[in-house]
Each structure stands twice: as structure tokens, then as C-alpha cells.
């Protein structure tokens, strides 16, 4: 059983349309990092949510870390195919830097 | 380029074998970390340094060892080799990791593919 279990594993849309993908766990967490991994290559960073509640925009890209901090989603507007990868949430437990990843949700935009 | 140098970038071989991956971190970044990637899965945390001293344990098996050298490299050693240790095995780094620093952005290489036989 995941710590950070995200939702869905899979998904395949069309350019052009929204997703939103889900990041959920039953511990608190002190911060939550969502990174994007290509093929071959390593996971890069994407944001760092700290707060309760907080929202970032990264272009057309939205996280929102949780009131409680336990959960966070990703929305994507406007998907296009440079947004194909394999999208995977972090969290840290403790004021260090151990994180936990979820398990990733791997996304193909088809043109 | 996130300036986390990995060596090798694939490595074929076979059950009971020991392999020695490596890994330089970025310039500056004291802490280096060690994570296992098997297909499909998410990344597994194995083992943490700090300044050449192991900080944090993950789900590191007893055949793997690692050890973080005066200049800050990192070696991750794999031994007896079973087939289900082949996986995608990556190192970070980070600036630092001492409790209270807060939490500061792990930068990945790309990674060593481990094939089992």
C-alpha cells in the first residue's frame, strides 16, 4: 500500500482538453513536490506546495495542496502534447528532506 | 541538465553478480539520495547522505550498501543479484537536509538501468 496513492494510473486524452489528477494520503504532510519524468530521463520539479490550501500556477498548470495538507490535485488546461509524461507526487513527513512518491499517473495528450 | 551525473547509464548482468553504481552530485549540493524506480512503480526511497553520513533509511535491502565520499560522491553497491532487482536506479542531490533546514528541491540524474539476467 502506497503512503501517496494517485489517481488515475493511466490517462489518455485529446489536445485541448482539461485533466485533473489526484494525489491522496491519510498522513499530514509538511510539504508536497509534484515533478514530471520523460522517458530515459530523471523526474524534474514541477512546484513545492507548503501551506494548507495553497494554490500554484505554473502556465497552464494548477496545484492545490489540501486544507489538511494530506492530499493535492494537478490540473492541466488546455492539454497539449508536450505535456506527455509521467507525473508523480512527493510528500515530506518531517522537517528534512526524505520524500515519499506516489505511484504516478502517466499521461499521453494525443495531437 | 539538473548537473546530477550518473555513471553508468545502463548495466547487463547476471544473478549473484555485484555491481557498483555511482553517482556526482550537483556543485554545492551536500546531500545525496538513492532512489529505486522497477517498472511502472513509482520511485522507492533507499538511503540518504548528508555530508558524507548517512542520514535517512529507506527500503534498502541488506545486498545493497552505499557510502558518500569526501567530495561528495556517492556510490550505491548491489550484490548478489536477483532478478528482480533489475529497475531504474536514480540518485538526487539536494542543498541540505539537516532537520529544521526546511525542505530544499531534490535535483535527479537520469538514472542507471539495471538489467538482471
Known amino acids: 500500500t502506497q503512503l501517496l496513492e494517485q489517481s488515475p494510473q493511466f490517462l489518455s486524452i485529446q489536445e485541448g482538453e482539461n485533466l485533473t489528477v489526484y494525489c491522496n494520503s491519510s498522513?499530514?504532510?509538511?510539504?508536497l513536490q509534484w515533478y514530471r519524468q520523460e522517458p530515459g530521463e530523471g523526474p524534474v520539479l514541477l512546484v513545492t506546495?507548503?501551506?494548507?490550501?495553497e494554490v500554484k500556477k505554473l502556465k497552464r498548470l494548477t496545484f492545490q495542496f489540501g486544507d489538511a495538507r494530506k492530499d493535492s490535485s494537478l490540473h492541466i488546461t488546455a492539454a497539449q502534447p508536450g505535456d506527455t509524461g509521467l507525473y508523480l507526487c512527493?510528500?515530506?513527513?518531517?522537517?528534512?528532506?526524505?520524500?515519499?512518491f506516489g505511484g504516478g499517473t502517466r499521461l499521453m495528450v494525443k495531437p | 541538465d539538473s548537473g546530477v551525473t550518473q555513471t553508468p547509464k545502463h548495466l547487463i548482468t547476471a544473478t549473484g553478480q555485484r555491481v557498483t553504481l555511482r553517482c556526482s552530485p550537483r556543485?554545492?549540493?551536500?546531500?545525496v539520495y538513492w532512489y529505486q524506480q522497477s517498472l511502472d512503480q513509482g520511485l522507492q526511497f533507499l538511503i540518504q547522505y548528508y555530508n558524507g553520513e548517512e542520514r535517512a533509511k529507506g527500503n534498502i535491502l541488506e545486498r545493497f550498501s552505499a557510502q558518500q565520499f569526501p567530495d561528495l560522491h556517492s556510490e550505491l553497491n548491489l550484490s548478489s543479484l536477483e532478478l528482480g532487482d533489475s529497475a531504474l536506479y536514480f540518485c538526487?542531490?539536494?542543498?541540505?537536509?539537516?532537520?529544521?533546514?526546511?525542505?530544499?528541491?531534490?535535483?535527479f540524474g537520469n538514472g542507471t538501468r539495471l538489467t538482471v539476467t
Open positions: 512527493a510528500g515530506a513527513q518531517n522537517a528534512g528532506n526524505m520524500l515519499t
Open positions: 506546495v507548503v501551506t494548507g490550501g
Open positions: 538526487a542531490s539536494s542543498v541540505g537536509a539537516l532537520p529544521g533546514q526546511g525542505f530544499s528541491p531534490l535535483h
Open positions: 556543485s554545492g549540493d551536500l546531500s
Open positions: 498522513s499530514v504532510f509538511s510539504s
